[in-house]
Structure formats: structure tokens, C-alpha cells
RNA sequence: GCCCGGGUGGCGGAAUUGGUAGACGCAGCAGACUCAAAAUCUGCCGUUCGCAAGGAUGUGCUGGUUCGAUUCCAGUCCCGGGCACCA
């Protein structure tokens, strides 16, 4: 019989559908095992080769932990919600729902093509309203929070509420509130009071200064920008103040980023984190200014992670947009400051990135330093940046190579405290050197010094010992419509709360969907529903929460999906937990990954979840990139030259379909007609007969015509060998280029794989070599036979652990043309071997599975008929099958390899020894010296050493 | 500029982390079966000397440690990724 695919892999999906066999319970008494991709996002492209390998990695890795005996957690679902499908409708007319619907079930046939052991039963879309209610309930939970900064824990709004009633807020955490006592509290008006919460609350709403992009008409997050653009799109981004909802993810900073010690991620990913944290310890210092006319006037606040090196500071420099420009900026300085101040304004974002020139002015003021009373004067320059610290710092350039090229082009004189350390032409940031002209400091290293100044500030009440932190809180709302609503009613211009059984607050279908007045979001145009009366009065929030609010918490919904009552049964999320396994891509390490440790911290600590970190364990899949090829047709004709000669002509390049081309010989014809036959009349200038394209690296895309779809190598040559030739390419970790080329090995291997049940005979075999009858025998499998099973055993479950799935496949192919040497068609080997491919080639092993277990007897016992390999006993590895009776090992003299010799496996070491002196070989080697000593290394090797 | 990865045949990549480098697959060459093709099977396949047996050499480059280095150390050159005025 043969290997019909087509066939096998149609009905095993059919009957795998009907039984249910994928459907997961919440059996508690089994152990569990939680496996999660990351969803996708349903674009209108569908997939392309790409996107399945981190789903087939982690469908593998389900199905072994299946089969080892644990309840597996592996779901699947859509983040729906989001940018590109609003802008499809802006440019098409289709409303975002429709277009998402289609998508989505695109996505899903395709997944299903593939072979994928998800529950459907659980899937979540976070744009079914039955979905974010409870992404609107979680909202609500994190508005009605603050975080207790002692215990570093979030707690309930009402809390802190009944301890300003009580005891006032003597010390405020923040700056920007005045301590007032439990009396002023009460006597403060409902404004205020909010005014005040609203500094607490772990969702708020304020003005700031956030990222606007003027071409998709929102704000976006700080991750959602790259150098200066928009991360979709590249549109340019501008600093703008606006009202906007912030989530407090600072407050979280510390535990996001001490958690990263408690999970297994990359080294990279959780460097990644813990640089967008951006974590710096060091102490914030108070200069006393004044211009000299006006004498000491305010104190000027800096911050500084080298306050060792206070009397190495030569100048001041704070940011444009400080606070304090105006106040010390003297009268004949003052035109000089306001003309740079106008220079500063034009520059964009961009430029400032692009080009960092070295610019400021002096302000005419002096500050004192806060020890011995050194004048130090004070500049304004866009080099230090108003949003972090204190937006001014101390400058030392003998130490720091921004300070030292600025007190260069601006020739301030430079203090040197660092002695030979220093060579006048570049600073030099070290902390080993031994301080000079510093003082009560003179004679200490500079790294022993930091804490001595500290508290010597502390004493003082000049400075204190401050830690920084570079990540600001993220703009929780998005000026468009494809998103969830707030759940959140605006009265006297304060945001409060809709109650619990308000949700879901249902987006409403519009007819038309374009940005409001004033930079709100298209809700603002239908103020019919923004004064519905649930809004109770007041009018609902015209912005929608980004697409980071669903996909924060979806690995808490698919757990118990059905749940009208909670987001999530407390019962039920004890038992899976944490995500055991989540596999996905790096993209998203300083985005959703961060957003979403955060709001676990949060559920956790408002006791609603017992965990406080999300994903116990993170693979992260590379890249499948496109190999792109090109044609190269002679400037101004029709004539397409092959890329061997293209340099003898001018030519342009093209980029052409990859689906015609056979490596990198392009298929002229299909050329012809490719694109409607828009080359339908190319000639071609040949080498050796052929037409060779160019190649290139690039990222898979449509424009490019680089991407394959998985359909198509699914139709030719099955979804069991497309898996395995995904996972044959290479590490999942790594990033490659897609090549079609050798998925026809794999394909041979499974059609191999296939004949050790269908052996070819003389009577009867097909055109593919295989034999029409299964040919299957109860006898005892040989020593030899046994060797290859269990080796393999032991190599598939190592491999697969690992998940070095790639070498795990070369295995299966090792395993296959062993026992098609051994002519083994025994039951004993077979039957353990299609448990091992199970994971890997699920369809095949089926069917042969159930093959077997049609002609009796079942060698692991069980059910004859109607057992699936889904639940099968996984083989055992037995070390006594892989020990040998004798034992070769190689012998080399001085580390070079010369022979190999058989032992007794009996023999003491002086008869080894024996043996290898008197061996004629090594004699030669040795040259008639006698050796030092024999090294035996580890069962593998001996060595002789002279 | 700073911080991570990584450089192994014509190609994708193995090597249980100090112990026979190049597994497995692709491509290539030669052969068997066939009228022929497909399919299948067998052999060869880093470089170099040699008819061969067998040597020598070889994991980006230069050194070092070791009986022995793709693996460890120092220096250096490329490639990929992340961050980038964060004081």
C-alpha cells in the first residue's frame, strides 16, 4: 500500500474533530502542563511559512508531555483587536469586524491544515465582547488600585482612601502632592480628592507628554516607537501633552525587574527587560544658584550615578525645558538663551536622533558646589534630557565623554581628579582610580567613594541616595475605534468607574469610522452613544485601550474560557498556573511580555491569582526569513539578462515570484505568464542555457514575492513531513532563510519510514518501492534490533526535552535506515517507534498505529482496535539494550589518534594495558620509549602519553 | 559607541560542552534496475601527497594552557541582533 498522505492526514483531522480527542478537562488529580504561542494577530496576508514554526515546536512538545503522562494546556486564539484592521477599513470601506471575522477563519484553516493538537473548545478572540468584559474588568481592578509602596504591593483605592480619612498623607510618595492631614482631607472638595487619587491609582488619567502620530491620528506607546517613527507604518512621531490613560508600570519597575531572576528566559530577552527598565542607582545632589548680581538664590536638583566625583564637576548643564531656564538666566544672557531656546524648538525628535551635534549656551548663572563652595558655571543644552532625573546633571569631563567634548567645544577649563587616569584628550568613566584634587575624598578609590559622599550629603541635607529608572509609565489609550471601551463614565470632568454589571461596555457599530475633532478618537463622532444612559449620566470615554489591554491576561482566559462569572475561577487557575512553556517570537520582549508580568503582579497581589510571574519558561523562535530572487532586465527593453552577465549591461532589478523559481534557475514560461502575463513577450539572454536569478536575504513579505505558503507544500507533500521539515532546518532559536530545496529528504525519510511496515517484495510491490501488504512479526526482536530502538529512545527524549527538535528528526532518519538494514519488521520495535514520532509526524504514526493494532496482539498490551496513539504509553528507555559485551576504543599516543583495539570487557586494567604496549601500531608510535601514563577518558578513549 | 550572540565542507547544519570534527539532509559524481524516465537501491564526496596501503593538514585569524582544543584563556578581524545623549 502506499504512503497516501492526501488520505491519512484528511481522515486522522476528521476522526481527531469528531472524537474530540483534543479536548482538555480541568482534571485536577492529574498533573498539568501549560504550553502557549503566542496568538496571533489575523492579518488579512494569512501565513506563510514563517508562523507555524514556534506552533509546531510547541504542538511537538504538547503532544510528548501528552504522551508522558501529563494533562496538557495547549490553546489557541486571536488578538483581534487592533491597528491594521482599522486601517484596512479607512482604505476599503469594510468594517474591522467583518474583515477580522474573515481572517480569522482563514488563519484557522490553515492551522488546522497543519496538524495542530489545539482545543478549539477553548479558543478566546479579544474582540468578542464576552472576552473583554472581563479586559474591562481587569481595567477596573487596576483603576481601583494604588500601590503600598512599603509592603510593594497593590492594594484597594479604598484603603488608602480610609487612611487619608484617618491619619491625612504626611509624607506624600510623590512630588507633585502637598502633605495635608486627615482634617484638610475631609474638607478637600470631590475634585481634589480624585485630583489626588488619581497620582495613586495603578490606571490613571492625566496630561503628559506622550508620543503622537499625526499619520494614524493616536499615541503610542514608547515600544511602539522606533527612532523616531512609528514601529508600524514609520510614520513620524512628535512629542505632544494631552490628556491620556497611563498605566503606573513604574511602581512596578523594581519587582518587573527582580522577577526576571525567578523565570527562564534568554539571557537576551532579560537583558532586553532589564535595559528598557533601565535600573541606575546613585544620589540626587542640591546646588545652590543665583546669578553673581542677584546673589544664592533656589537650589538647582541633579541627579547623578557618580557622586564620587563632586569636585570633579567644572559645569552645570539642565535641559530647555527645565523649570528653572527663566529664573536664572541673567540679563545680558538672556538674548543668547532665548535664541537657542528657539533653535532647540525646531529641531524634531528625529534630527535631534539623527545628528547629535554639540550645542548650548551659558546662562550667565554660577551655582556653588555644595562642599567647598566652588563656582561652577551653569548651561543649557538639548544634550540632557528633560524627562529623566532631575532634566539637569553635574558635569565632570575628565570623567564622562559627553561632559568632556562639550567642555572641549566650549573650552571650559577641566579639572582633573583622577591623576594619570586622565590624558587630557579623552575622559575616562573609570571607577578604580585613586581620587585627587577631591577634598576629604583625596586618597580613596573612586568606587569606595560613592557611598562616603552619600552620606556625607545625607548628613548634611544637601543630597540623597536616589535610584532612577529610564521606563516611564505606558499610554494606556489609542484615539481609535477597533479596540476595547473604557468602562468609564467622565462627570465634572473626573473619570469614574462603571459598575461591575455595566460590563461589557459594547463598542458600537458605526457606520463610518474616522478620526474625531481635537485628536480624540472616531468614538467622539458618536456622541449619541457616548451619553447612553449607562454611562449614568455622564459621558463615556471617546478613546479605546491598545492592543496590548487583551493579549496582558489571554494565557488567564483560555484556562476556564467559558466563565460568566469571573475572568477566571480561583480554583481553576491554581491548578494550571504558570505557563510551563511559551513560545513565540523576540519581537515582543519590552511590550506585551512587560505588560503582561505587570498586571500578573497585580492580580496576584489583589489576591485574585496565586502567581506572580506569567510564564514560568520562554523559547523564543527566530525568524524564517524570505530568500528573495531577482531578474535583471536590460534598461529600456524587454530583455532579461541572466545574473552571471548582468554586469555587462544596465540593467534594473526586479523582483520575481520565488514559486518560479527552481533555486536559483528561474522557469522562463512561468515567467511569461507570471502577473497576468505582464512579461508575456520577455526574451532572455542565457547562460549555459538557463536563466539564473539573483538572491537575496530579506524579510518575508508579500511585496517581495518571497513567501511561501504552507498550504501549498501541505497539498504536495503533507502536513507530517511539512513539520518536520520545519523543525529539520535548523535550531528553533535561530533565524534562517527559508529554503524549499530540501524538504523532499524528509519526504523520502517518512516514505522510508512507511516501507518498514509496507517492506517492497517480489511479488508485490508499487511503484514507489513499497510493498502493498503490512508485514508485521511477533518474534523477539535481536540484540541489534533493540540497540537502535533504545538508542533512539533515549536520543528522541533528550532532543525533544531540550528542544533540539532538528537533531531529533536526523535521529528518526538514523533509526529508520538502521532497522531497514536489519530488515526489521517486528511489532516490538515498530510499535515503541511510532510512539516516539507521534509528536513529530502525528498522521502517519496514527495510521500505522492503528494498522498494527488491527492484527493482534498489541505488544504494549491495551485495546486492540480503537486506541489512539494520542494516549499511548511512552516507550521506556532500558539502559541493558545500548551496553555492550566487548568494547573498542580508539588508542592515541600523545592525543593523536592511531588505531583501535577490541577488550574483553573483563579485562583488569594491567591486562589493557598488556594489550595496548604490545599492539604493533602503537609500538611504532611509541618509538621505543616507554610511556608516562595511559589516561582513560570517560568509556570513550584511551590515551597514551610519552 | 556600548551590551549580547555567532564564524565548522558547495549549502542547511551535527559534535552528549575538553576526548575519533563534519552526524543527518540537500546538492554533486559514479553505478545497479529500466527500451527510457520516474521511483528505489549501492558506492564516493574538506584540502593535499600517494596507484594503493597510508601520511600530512584542517572548525575566521595570531598566540597561550593541556597528553589532547570547534570547545577554555588573551588579542584581533568579520557577520547577526539589541540599546543608543538615561548623566
Same mark, same amino acid.
Given at each position: ?11 486522522? /483531522? ?79 470601506? /469594510? ?7 474573515? #481572517? ?31 479586559? /474591562? ?231 556653588? #558646589? ?108 489609542? /484615539? ?342 536489519? #530488515? ?77 583495539? #577490541? ?44
Amino acid at each position: 500500500m502506499e504512503y497516501d498522505f492526501r488520505r491519512i492526514e484528511k481522515d486522522w /483531522q476528521k476522526k481527531w474533530k469528531e472524537s474530540n480527542a483534543y479536548k482538555v478537562e480541568n482534571d485536577f488529580s492529574k498533573p498539568k502542563y501549560y504550553v502557549l504561542d503566542m496568538f496571533p494577530y489575523p492579518s488579512g496576508a494569512g501565513l506563510h511559512v514563517g508562523h507555524p514554526l514556534g506552533y509546531i515546536a510547541s504542538d511537538i512538545y504538547s503532544r510528548y508531555k501528552r504522551l508522558k503522562g501529563f494533562n496538557v494546556l495547549h490553546p489557541m486564539g486571536f488578538d483581534s483587536f487592533g491597528l491594521p484592521a482599522e486601517q484596512y477599513a479607512l482604505d476599503t470601506g /469594510q468594517h474591522p469586524a467583518v474583515t477580522t471575522k474573515k #481572517n480569522i477563519a482563514t488563519f484557522k484553516a490553515q492551522l488546522d491544515n497543519i496538524g495542530f493538537c489545539y482545543d478549539w473548545g477553548r479558543e478566546v478572540q479579544t474582540s468578542d465582547p464576552q472576552y473583554y468584559k472581563w479586559t /474591562q474588568w481587569i481595567f477596573l481592578q487596576l483603576f481601583n488600585s494604588y500601590l503600598d509602596q512599603e509592603e510593594q504591593k497593590a492594594k484597594s483605592i479604598t484603603e488608602l482612601i480610609k487612611t487619608f480619612e484617618e491619619e491625612g498623607n504626611p509624607k506624600p510618595s510623590t512630588s507633585n502632592i502637598k502633605p495635608f492631614t486627615a482634617g484638610e482631607w475631609k474638607n478637600f472638595d470631590e475634585k481634589t480628592q480624585q485630583d489626588i487619587l488619581t497620582q495613586y491609582r495603578i490606571a490613571y488619567c492625566g496630561y503628559g507628554e506622550v508620543n503622537w502620530c499625526e499619520a494614524l491620528g493616536t499615541v503610542l506607546a514608547n515600544d511602539e516607537v522606533v527612532n523616531g517613527v512609528s514601529e508600524r507604518g514609520g510614520y513620524p512621531v512628535v512629542k505632544k501633552t494631552l490628556r491620556q490613560w497611563y498605566l503606573r508600570i513604574t511602581a512596578y519597575a523594581d519587582r518587573l525587574l527582580n522577577g526576571l531572576s525567578t523565570v527562564d528566559f534568554s539571557d537576551a530577552m532579560k537583558e532586553m527587560q532589564s535595559n528598557w527598565i533601565g535600573k541606575s542607582s546613585g544620589a540626587e545632589i542640591d546646588f545652590k544658584v543665583g546669578s553673581r548680581e542677584s546673589g544664592v538664590g533656589s537650589a538647582l536638583r541633579v541627579y547623578t550615578t557618580r557622586p564620587d566625583t563632586i569636585f570633579g564637576v567644572d559645569f552645570m548643564v539642565i535641559a530647555p525645558e527645565h523649570e528653572l531656564v527663566e529664573q536664572i538666566t541673567t540679563t545680558e544672557q538672556k538674548t543668547a538663551v532665548e535664541e537657542y531656546l528657539t533653535y532647540v524648538k525646531s529641531r524634531s525628535e528625529r534630527e535631534r536622533m539623527a545628528e547629535k551635534k554639540i550645542t548650548g549656551v551659558f546662562t550667565g548663572t554660577y551655582a556653588l #558646589n555644595p562642599f567647598d563652595g566652588r563656582e561652577i558655571p551653569v548651561w543649557i543644552s538639548e544634550y540632557v534630557l528633560a524627562g529623566y532625573g532631575t532634566g539637569a546633571i553635574m558635569a565632570v569631563p575628565c570623567g564622562d565623554e559627553r561632559d568632556h567634548k562639550f567642555a572641549k567645544h566650549f573650552n571650559i577649563p577641566i579639572t582633573n581628579i583622577i591623576g594619570s587616569h586622565y590624558n587630557g584628550e579623552e575622559a575616562n568613566p573609570t571607577k578604580e582610580a585613586i581620587l585627587e584634587n577631591s577634598n576629604f575624598l583625596n586618597g580613596l578609590v573612586m568606587k569606595g567613594a560613592i557611598d562616603v559622599v552619600i552620606n556625607a550629603l545625607e548628613e548634611r541635607g544637601i543630597g540623597k541616595r536616589k535610584v532612577n529608572y529610564k521606563m516611564r509609565d505606558a499610554a494606556f489609550s489609542r /484615539q481609535r475605534y477597533w479596540g476595547e471601551p473604557f468602562p468609564i463614565t467622565w462627570k465634572n470632568g473626573i473619570a469614574y468607574a462603571l459598575e461591575e454589571n455595566q460590563l461589557p461596555v459594547v463598542l458600537p457599530p458605526m457606520d463610518e469610522i474616522k478620526p474625531g475633532k481635537d485628536g480624540e478618537g472616531p468614538l467622539s463622532n458618536n456622541e449619541a452613544w457616548l451619553q447612553s444612559p449607562f454611562f449614568g449620566g455622564g459621558r463615556g470615554e471617546s478613546s479605546t485601550m491598545p492592543g496590548y489591554a487583551g493579549s496582558s491576561w489571554y494565557f488567564l482566559r483560555y484556562m476556564d474560557p467559558q466563565n460568566e462569572k469571573e475572568f477566571c475561577d480561583r480554583k481553576i487557575s491554581d491548578y494550571w498556573n504558570q505557563v510551563d512553556l511559551y513560545v513565540g517570537g523576540t519581537e515582543h520582549a519590552v511590550g506585551h511580555l512587560l505588560y503582561s508580568r505587570m498586571w500578573t503582579k497585580v492580580l496576584f497581589d489583589l489576591g485574585l491569582i496565586g502567581f506572580d510571574e506569567p510564564f514560568k519558561r520562554l523559547l523564543n523562535q527566530g525568524m524564517i526569513q524570505g530568500s528573495s530572487r531577482f531578474v535583471y532586465r536590460v534598461h529600456g527593453s524587454n530583455k532579461f539578462v541572466s545574473a552571471g552577465l548582468k554586469d555587462q549591461y544596465s540593467t534594473d532589478h526586479i523582483h520575481v515570484d520565488v514559486n518560479i523559481v527552481d533555486g536559483v534557475e528561474l522557469d522562463t514560461n512561468a515567467f511569461k505568464k507570471w502577473k497576468n502575463s505582464e512579461f508575456g513577450n520577455a526574451e532572455f539572454i542565457l547562460e549555459d542555457g538557463k536563466y539564473i536569478c539573483g538572491s537575496e536575504v530579506e524579510k518575508m513579505s508579500k511585496s517581495k514575492f518571497n513567501t511561501v505558503n504552507p498550504d501549498d507544500l501541505v497539498a504536495k507533500y503533507g502536513a507530517d513531513t511539512f513539520r518536520m521539515y520545519e523543525m529539520f532546518l535548523g535550531p528553533v532559536e535561530m533565524s534562517k532563510p527559508w529554503d524549499t530545496k530540501g524538504i523532499e529528504g524528509v519526504h523520502r525519510f517518512l516514505r522510508k519510514f512507511w516501507r518498514l511496515f509496507f517492506p517492497p517484495s517480489e511479488a508485490s510491490s508499487n511503484a514507489r518501492g513499497q510493498g502493498e501488504a503490512l508485514i508485521i512479526s511477533d518474534e523477539e526482536p535481536t540484540t541489534a534490533e533493540l540497540k537502535v530502538l533504545h538508542h533512539t529512545i533515549r536520543k528522541i527524549e533528550n532532543d525533544t526535552e531540550r528542544f533540539s527538535f532538528n537533531t531529533a528528526v536526523s535521529a528518526f532518519m538514523i533509526a529508520t535506515n538502521e532497522l531497514t538494514d536489519l #530488515n526489521c519488521h517486528k511489532r516490538k520495535i515498530l510499535e515503541p517507534l511510532l510512539i516516539l514520532l507521534a509528536p513529530y509526524a502525528p498522521h502517519i504514526a496514527e495510521e500505522l498505529y492503528s494498522l498494527l493494532r488491527k492484527v493482534s496482539p498489541p505488544a504494549a498490551g491495551g485495546a486492540l482496535e480503537g486506541a489512539s496513539i494520542l494516549n499511548a504509553p511512552y516507550p521506556v528507555f532500558e539502559e541493558k539494550y545500548v551496553v555492550e559485551n566487548s568494547k573498542q576504543y580508539p588508542v592515541s599516543v600523545n592525543g593523536k589518534l592511531r588505531t583501535t583495539l #577490541n577488550f574483553p570487557l573483563a579485562a583488569t586494567q594491567e591486562e589493557v594495558e598488556k594489550l595496548i604496549l604490545q599492539n604493533a601500531i602503537v609500538q611504532k608510535w611509541l618509538e621505543g620509549k616507554t610511556p608516562k601514563k595511559i589516561i582513560y577518558v570517560k568509556n570513550k578513549m584511551i590515551n597514551v602519553v610519552l
